[in-house]
C-alpha cells in the first residue's frame, strides 16, 4: 500500500506544455478519479506517474520514495489501457501470468495466484482462450486480472471502461467499486465520463488544460463547485448557466437575472458586475419557486424514472428541468409554462468564472 | 380483379416475355462477358507461363530437339537429363545443392534475427540519430550492388575470406538488407505500442519484449522476409562467382554454368534438367511459409 505525492510537476512535448506545475497528494488506500476532457493532460498525467512517460518538471513520489527516475516496473503499481493490451499470442492464463513470471516465483505459486485472480474476476472457464475469442467484457476482465494478480501498491486505470457498450459499462463499473472494496489499495482511474467518476471516486480531480480544477469528494464538486468549468462538466444532465448583473452599489446586491427580472440578494463577495448564475436541472420546477419566468417547452424526453423537459424563455435563454419520471403534468412541446428555482439552490460565478459566496 | 379486360391481360403477358427475353439476353452477355474475361486470363498466364513450360519440356527432350522444334511437347520422355546431369559435372549435384542450402538457410537465417532486431530498434527505441540513422539506411537501398562490389571484395580479400562462404554470410547477420529493415519497421509500427508498455510495467527488458512479444506478432512480416530472403539467396549468381573459386563449394546457380562450356560442347539438355531441379526447393519453401503468412494474420487477432 501507497500514497502517491505529486510536486508541481510539469510535463512539455518541444514547446508545447501539457501540465504545469501540478500539486496532488493521494493517500493510501484512495481511489482518486482524474477527469477533464480529452487532451486535458489525464492520461499524459497517469502514463507520467506508471513511468511510461518522462517527467520534465517537479517529483513525483509513491510512498515516501521519489520515482521520477525509477523503471516502471520497480515501482511497484499495476496499469490497466484503455485497449486492454493483452497478448494476442498468449491463452488469459499466460497472460495473467506473464508478469509473475519474471519475478522469482515458483510455477506452483504463479498457478495459485492466476487461479485466485481468475475465482475474483469469474473468469476461470476462459483461461485457456485467446484474446480473441473472448468478448469487450471478458477482455476487460483480464486486463483487470493481470493487474491484480501483481498485488501491486497502486492500480492505474486509463478510460478502462470506454470501450465496452453502456450496459456493460455499468456492470463493470460495479465490479470495479466492488474490487476496490475488497483490495483496499490505491487507485488513480482516468476518465472523461463524469458519470464514471462521481460513481467510483473517494475524489475527484477535475483536470484542464494541464491544470487542476478542482479536488474533492463527488458530493463536495457537485455542490460546491470552485469554478464554471466544474460546474458545467460535473452533474449530468448539464447545469443550466444564466447570464446576470450585479449591482452592489447601494448596499444590497440587486440582480437582474434576464427574463427572471430582478433579484434581491445578500451582499455577494465579488466586485464583478458581470457574473454567471447556475441552477442544476433538479433545481428547476414547474409552477413553484421563489425566482420565477415564464417559458415554452421545446423537447420532453420521458425516459421512464425521470423526465427532461427542455425550455426557452422569452429572451431565448434555454433551460433544462430534470424532474421525477412520477410528474403527472402531461408537457407537449409548444406549452406555455411558468418555472422557477428558489434563492438556495443559485450559483455564483465571478468573470473569472470563479465561485463565489454570498458574503456574511 | 375482375374487371380485368382480356385486352388488359395480354398486354401484361406480352409485358412479361419482353422482360424475360431482356433477362435472358443480358444473362447471356454476362456469360459472354466472364468466358472473354477468363480466355483473356488463360491466354495471358499462358504467355507468362512460356519460358517455364519450355525448361521443364527441354529437360525431357533428346539434345538435337531442343532447340530444333518449337513444339512443347518432347517427342519421348527421357529422364536421362537428369540422371546424366546430377553426376554429369565432375562434382556431384549432391555437393551443389548441400552447399546452397548451407548459404541460404544461413542467410535466412541471419536476415531475419539481424534486420528484426534492427528494425525494433528503428521501430520502437528511442535513440540519438535514429530519424539520420533510419535515412542513411534507405539510402543504402538506392545504392546499385555493383558500386560496391570491388571495395567489398577488397575488403573480404584482407579478412582472408575469399574461397570461403564467410563474405555470403556474414553481411546477412549484420542486418545488412535494408529493404528487409524497412518491411519489419513498418510492420512493427502497426503492433499497439501498449503491449510493449504493458511489458515494461510487468518489468521485462527491451530485449525480451523484442523476443516474447514483437517477434512472435510479427510471423506474416517474418515470413514475408524469409520467403523473398530465401529466393533471393537461392538464385543469387554475382556474389558466389565473385567470392568463390573452388568447384567443390560452388552454389547451384554456379554449378549450373559449367554446362556452358567454352568449347562448344554444352549440355544443355542436363542443364535444363538441373535448372528444374533448382527450382524445387524454392517453390517448397514458399509453399510452406505462405502458410505461415496466413496463419500469422489470423492469430493476430488485436481489436
Same mark, same amino acid.
Given at each position: 500500500?501507497?500514497?502517491?505525492?505529486?510536486?508541481n510537476?510539469?510535463?512539455?512535448?518541444g514547446?508545447?506544455?501539457v501540465?504545469?506545475?501540478?500539486?496532488?497528494?493521494?493517500?493510501?488506500?484512495?481511489?482518486?478519479?482524474?477527469?477533464?476532457?480529452?487532451?486535458?493532460?489525464? =492520461?499524459?498525467?497517469?502514463?507520467?506517474?506508471?513511468?511510461?512517460?518522462?517527467?520534465?518538471?517537479?517529483t513525483?513520489?509513491i510512498?515516501?520514495?521519489i520515482?521520477?527516475?525509477?523503471?516502471?516496473?520497480?515501482?511497484?503499481?499495476?496499469?490497466?489501457?484503455?485497449?486492454?493490451?493483452?497478448y494476442p499470442h498468449?491463452?488469459?492464463?499466460?497472460?495473467?501470468?506473464?508478469?509473475?513470471?519474471n519475478?522469482?516465483? =515458483?510455477?506452483?505459486e504463479?498457478e495459485?495466484?492466476?487461479?485466485?485472480?481468475?475465482?475474483?474476476l469469474q473468469?476461470?472457464?476462459?483461461l485457456?482462450?485467446k484474446?480473441?475469442?473472448?468478448?469487450?467484457?471478458?477482455?476487460?476482465?483480464?486486463?483487470?486480472?493481470?493487474?491484480?494478480v501483481?498485488?501491486?501498491?497502486?492500480?492505474?486505470?486509463?478510460?478502462?471502461?470506454?470501450?465496452?457498450?453502456?450496459?456493460?459499462?455499468?456492470?463493470?463499473?460495479?465490479?470495479?467499486? =466492488?474490487l476496490?472494496?475488497?483490495?483496499?489499495?490505491?487507485?488513480?482511474?482516468?476518465?472523461?465520463?463524469?458519470?464514471?467518476?462521481?460513481t467510483l471516486?473517494?475524489?475527484?480531480?477535475v483536470?484542464?488544460?494541464?491544470?487542476?480544477?478542482?479536488?474533492?469528494?463527488?458530493?463536495?464538486l457537485?455542490?460546491?463547485?470552485?469554478?464554471?468549468?466544474v460546474?458545467?462538466?460535473?452533474?449530468?444532465?448539464?447545469?443550466?448557466?444564466?447570464p446576470?448583473?450585479?449591482d452592489?452599489s447601494?448596499?444590497?446586491?440587486?440582480?437582474?437575472?434576464?427574463?427572471?427580472?430582478?433579484?434581491?440578494?445578500?451582499?455577494?463577495?465579488t466586485?464583478?458586475r458581470?457574473?454567471?448564475?447556475?441552477?442544476?436541472?433538479?433545481?428547476?420546477?414547474?409552477?413553484?419557486?421563489?425566482?420565477?419566468?415564464?417559458?415554452?417547452?421545446?423537447?420532453v424526453e420521458?425516459?421512464?424514472?425521470?423526465?427532461?423537459?427542455?425550455?426557452?424563455?422569452a =429572451?431565448?435563454q434555454?433551460?433544462?428541468?430534470?424532474?421525477?419520471?412520477?410528474?403527472?403534468?402531461?408537457?407537449?412541446?409548444?406549452?406555455?409554462?411558468?418555472?422557477?428555482?428558489n434563492?438556495a439552490?443559485?450559483?455564483?460565478?465571478?468573470?473569472s468564472?470563479s465561485?463565489?459566496?454570498?458574503?456574511? | 380483379?375482375?374487371?380485368t379486360s382480356?385486352?388488359?391481360?395480354?398486354?401484361m403477358e406480352?409485358?412479361?416475355?419482353?422482360?424475360?427475353?431482356?433477362?435472358?439476353?443480358?444473362?447471356?452477355?454476362?456469360?459472354?462477358?466472364?468466358?472473354m474475361?477468363?480466355v483473356?486470363?488463360?491466354?495471358?498466364?499462358?504467355?507468362?507461363?512460356?519460358?517455364?513450360?519450355?525448361?521443364?519440356?527441354?529437360s525431357?527432350?533428346?539434345?538435337?530437339?531442343?532447340?530444333?522444334?518449337l513444339?512443347?511437347?518432347?517427342?519421348?520422355f527421357?529422364?536421362?537429363?537428369?540422371?546424366?546431369?546430377?553426376?554429369?559435372?565432375?562434382?556431384?549435384?549432391?555437393?551443389f545443392?548441400?552447399?546452397?542450402?548451407?548459404?541460404?538457410?544461413?542467410?535466412?537465417?541471419?536476415?531475419l534475427?539481424?534486420?528484426?532486431?534492427?528494425?525494433?530498434?528503428?521501430a520502437?527505441?528511442?535513440?540519438?540519430?535514429?530519424?539520420f540513422f533510419?535515412?542513411?539506411?534507405?539510402?543504402?537501398?538506392?545504392i546499385p550492388?555493383?558500386?560496391?562490389?570491388?571495395?567489398?571484395?577488397?575488403?573480404?580479400?584482407?579478412?582472408?575470406?575469399?574461397?570461403?562462404?564467410?563474405?555470403?554470410i556474414?553481411?546477412?547477420?549484420l542486418?545488412?538488407?535494408?529493404?528487409?529493415i524497412f518491411?519489419?519497421?513498418?510492420?512493427?509500427?502497426?503492433?499497439?505500442?501498449?503491449?510493449?508498455?504493458?511489458?515494461?510495467?510487468?518489468?521485462?527488458?527491451?530485449?525480451?519484449?523484442?523476443?516474447?512479444?514483437?517477434?512472435?506478432?510479427?510471423?506474416?512480416a517474418?515470413?514475408?522476409?524469409?520467403?523473398?530472403?530465401?529466393?533471393?539467396?537461392?538464385?543469387?549468381?554475382?556474389?558466389?562467382?565473385?567470392?568463390?573459386?573452388?568447384?567443390?563449394?560452388?552454389?547451384?546457380?554456379?554449378?549450373?554454368r559449367l554446362f556452358?562450356?567454352?568449347?562448344?560442347?554444352?549440355?544443355?539438355?542436363?542443364m535444363?534438367?538441373?535448372?528444374?531441379?533448382s527450382?524445387?526447393?524454392?517453390?517448397?519453401?514458399?509453399?510452406?511459409?505462405?502458410?505461415?503468412?496466413?496463419?500469422?494474420?489470423?492469430?493476430?487477432?488485436?481489436?
Open positions: 500500500m501507497a500514497g502517491l505525492t505529486l510536486r510537476v510539469g510535463k512539455t512535448y514547446a508545447v506544455e501540465i504545469t506545475g501540478l500539486n496532488l497528494d493521494v493517500v493510501d488506500g484512495e481511489f482518486l478519479v482524474l477527469v477533464g476532457p480529452s487532451g486535458c493532460g489525464k =492520461s499524459t498525467l497517469l502514463r507520467m506517474i506508471a513511468g511510461l512517460e518522462e517527467v520534465t518538471e517537479g513525483i513520489a510512498g515516501d520514495r520515482v521520477n527516475d525509477l523503471a516502471p516496473s520497480k515501482r511497484q503499481l499495476s496499469m490497466v489501457f484503455q485497449s486492454y493490451a493483452l498468449m491463452s488469459v492464463k499466460k497472460n495473467l501470468a506473464f508478469g509473475l513470471q519475478q522469482k516465483m =515458483s510455477k506452483a504463479i495459485e495466484k492466476v487461479l485466485n485472480a481468475a475465482r475474483i473468469i476461470e472457464q476462459l485457456h482462450r484474446p480473441r475469442q473472448l468478448s469487450g467484457g471478458q477482455k476487460q476482465r483480464v486486463a483487470i486480472g493481470r493487474s491484480i501483481r498485488e501491486p501498491h497502486l492500480f492505474l486505470f486509463d478510460e478502462p471502461l470506454s470501450n465496452l457498450d453502456a450496459e456493460l459499462r455499468v456492470q463493470m463499473r460495479v465490479e470495479l467499486a =466492488s476496490y472494496k475488497r483490495l483496499k489499495t490505491t487507485m488513480i482511474y482516468v476518465t472523461h465520463d463524469q458519470v464514471e467518476a462521481m471516486a473517494s475524489r475527484i480531480v483536470l484542464r488544460n494541464g491544470v487542476i480544477e478542482q479536488v474533492g469528494r463527488p458530493q463536495d457537485y455542490k460546491r463547485p470552485a469554478n464554471l468549468f460546474a458545467g462538466f460535473i452533474g449530468s444532465p448539464k447545469i443550466n448557466m444564466l446576470a448583473v450585479l452592489q447601494g448596499g444590497t446586491a440587486r440582480l437582474t437575472l434576464g427574463d427572471f427580472g430582478d433579484v434581491e440578494l445578500k451582499a455577494l463577495a466586485a464583478d458581470a457574473i454567471t448564475v447556475c441552477v442544476r436541472p433538479e433545481a428547476m420546477k414547474v409552477g413553484m419557486g421563489e425566482i420565477r419566468t415564464t417559458g415554452t417547452i421545446q423537447l420521458y425516459l421512464g424514472s425521470e423526465m427532461l423537459v427542455h425550455f426557452t424563455t =429572451s431565448g434555454a433551460l433544462l428541468l430534470h424532474g421525477g419520471g412520477e410528474t403527472e403534468l402531461d408537457y407537449e412541446p409548444g406549452q406555455e409554462v411558468n418555472i422557477g428555482f434563492r439552490d443559485m450559483h455564483f460565478f465571478d468573470a468564472e465561485r463565489v459566496e454570498i458574503a456574511g | 380483379m375482375n374487371a382480356p385486352e388488359l391481360t395480354r398486354e406480352e409485358a412479361a416475355a419482353v422482360a424475360h427475353r431482356m433477362r435472358v439476353a443480358r444473362e447471356k452477355r454476362a456469360r459472354n462477358m466472364r468466358l474475361k477468363h483473356f486470363l488463360i491466354v495471358m498466364s499462358l504467355i507468362m507461363l512460356y519460358p517455364l513450360l519450355w525448361l521443364v519440356s527441354a525431357f527432350k533428346p539434345e538435337n530437339e531442343i532447340f530444333s522444334t513444339n512443347l511437347w518432347p517427342s519421348e527421357r529422364l536421362s537429363n537428369y540422371i546424366e546431369g546430377w553426376e554429369g559435372l565432375p562434382i556431384s549435384f549432391t555437393t545443392f548441400t552447399n546452397s542450402l548451407i548459404v541460404t538457410v544461413l542467410s535466412v537465417i541471419g536476415n534475427l539481424s534486420c528484426s532486431f534492427a528494425a525494433y530498434a528503428f520502437r527505441l528511442q535513440f540519438n540519430g535514429r530519424n533510419f535515412a542513411l539506411m534507405m539510402m543504402t537501398l538506392m550492388y555493383h558500386v560496391v562490389l570491388i571495395p567489398q571484395y577488397v575488403l573480404f580479400l584482407n579478412l582472408g575470406w575469399i574461397d570461403t562462404y564467410l563474405p555470403l556474414v553481411p546477412k547477420f542486418a545488412s538488407d535494408a529493404f528487409f518491411l519489419m519497421v513498418q510492420f512493427f509500427r502497426q503492433l499497439p505500442r501498449e503491449l510493449d508498455e504493458a511489458a515494461m510495467i510487468d518489468g521485462y527488458s527491451v530485449y525480451k519484449i523484442y523476443w516474447i512479444i514483437i517477434l512472435p506478432l510479427s510471423l506474416p517474418m515470413a514475408t522476409a524469409a520467403i523473398f530472403s530465401f529466393i533471393w539467396v537461392w538464385e543469387d549468381f554475382l556474389p558466389p562467382l565473385i567470392y568463390l573459386n573452388d568447384i567443390k563449394s560452388y552454389t547451384v546457380p554456379l554449378a549450373l556452358l562450356a567454352s568449347d562448344g560442347t554444352s549440355a544443355y539438355g542436363q535444363f534438367a538441373m535448372s528444374v531441379l527450382l524445387v526447393p524454392v517453390v517448397l519453401f514458399f509453399v510452406l511459409f505462405q502458410k505461415l503468412i496466413v496463419r500469422g494474420i489470423a492469430t493476430s487477432g488485436m481489436k
